[in-house]
């Protein structure tokens, strides 16, 4: 076990969960199957993967709200089930479920008292998080009357209201317009800036690959990968030489080998990143052809995922 200044915020060993039926658990689902990862101080991580893989469990057995059928899970050094780390966790699910009779300022106020807030910093708060999420017009308005991004940043607003350590969101852009997604990576940003720790789970790999410091691809219960952007798309890089038109029948036969596409009269050549362009570009060249551009490039994340998750469980 890691200590000092060196354990990891959040550490799992060997985690499963297991849902069955009956105490025999005689048909059972493995929604978690030894799991094991380590997430560092001041990091943002996110868990990607398809639907049923398993990312959603592993928030859930993070945050306290379920617990692993076997492993061991500990926060900032302590033990999931201890009180002063559980209070350092700001947790937005995947789907909330939110007193639509009640106004966010109400809901507010109780989510603040559970979290040990009261009196004036609590109202401070209150008003500080409706701000900066574009809500204090709707703070005394019953949230039945929301939208589903409406909701969606009351949820948010309860996870950021005391100011956690480590933020766990399920899913936390769903439902929100451009504009509230660009807001949302803007303060996740800053978040992790001033040294807090942030997981999150999410199908926007697009975001992810703006935000995320390391990521983690689920499938089937288990972790296929873990590494940075770079590592995680450094699979499949490759040069992509352009031109414009369609090359003449002869260079293509010599280019068989490789990638051609054609699209809106311009012709890609794709090559393995360890094949040398020069004998290509001397084969245009011959040709009297000169390339529109030659560009070394990395497969982006979808890309990745989806590769690596190839005939994967999708719901």
Known sequence: ?????????IELRHVTK????????????????????????????????????????????????????????RIMSKSIDDISAREQIGYLPEQIPLPLQMTPHHFLCLMGRLNGMSGSTLSHRIREVMTLLYMDEWKNVPMKKFSKGMLQKIGFAQAILHKPRLLL???????????????????????????????????????LEMLADRLAIMNKGTIIKTGTL???????????????????KFLEDELHPFSISISEDVTTIELPASIRPGPILKLLS????????????????????LSMTEGGNHK
């Open 18 to 73: 297991v849902y069955g039926n009956g105490s025999l658990r005689r048909s059972h689902i493995r929604a978690v199957a030894d799991v094991s990862l380590e997430i560092q101080k001041g990091e943002l991580f996110a868990l990607i993967g398809p639907n049923g893989a398993g990312k959603s469990t592993c928030m859930k057995i993070i945050a306290g709200t379920i617990h692993p059928t076997s492993g061991h899970i």
């Open 169 to 207: 969101l399920d899913e936390p852009s769903d439902g929100l317009d451009p504009r509230g997604r660009k807001d949302m990576r803007e303060f996740l940003s800053t978040y992790r800036s001033a040294g807090n720790t942030i997981l999150i789970n999410s199908h926007l790999l697009s975001e």
């Open 286 to 305: 011959s040709a009297g052809i000169t390339p529109a551009s030659v560009t070394t490039r990395r497969s982006s994340l979808e890309d990745a995922f």
């Open 230 to 248: 770079r590592e995680i798309t450094s699979q499949r890089e490759y040069i992509e030489i352009k031109v414009n038109g369609i090359v003449p």
């Open 1 to 9: 076990m890691k200590n000092g200044l060196y354990a990891p915020l």
